[in-house]
Nanobody, 124 residues
Framework: EVQLVESGGGSVQAGGSLRLSCAVS????????IAWFRQAPGQEREGISY????????DYADSVQGRFFISGDNVKNTVNLQMNSLKPEDTAVYYC?????????????????WGQGIQVTVFS
């Protein structure tokens, strides 16, 4: 059974950092592209970063470029998202999602496996 479980969310003051982790079971992260999405109340789900763990290919949305960093660990079978210089507008529920093979993009409907989501709140 494919499972993705997010951890590491919480509340932090603006300017602070959080590290999200996506623990994967049922498949090997090497064989997937893993992406992070977020959704704020009343807004559409936004893709913010993805990684092809096998080839190390990564990309970031403009809104997080230079502040967020994605990495994969094929020993622990996890994908992490280091979030620095957090802003109140980063407040959202964050999801990790997976799609088999190489995939370059973050169309939510393309990702068939999703975590349950985790809340990140940034207060000023």
């Amino acid at each position: 059974e494919v499972q993705l479980v997010e951890s590491g969310g919480g509340s932090v003051q603006a300017g602070g950092s959080l590290r999200l982790s996506c623990a994967v079971s049922g498949f090997t992260v090497d064989d997937y592209t893993i992406a992070w999405f977020r959704q704020a109340p009343g807004q559409e789900r936004e893709g913010i970063s993805y990684i092809g763990v096998r080839d190390g290919d990564v990309d970031y949305a403009d809104s997080v470029q230079g502040r967020f960093f994605i990495s994969g660990d094929n020993v622990k079978n996890t994908v992490n998202l280091q979030m620095n210089s957090l802003k109140p507008e980063d407040t959202a529920v964050y999801y990790c999602a997976g799609i088999p093979g190489p995939y370059r993009g973050w169309e939510p409907f393309s990702f068939g496996s999703w975590g349950q989501g985790i809340q990140v709140t940034v207060f000023s």
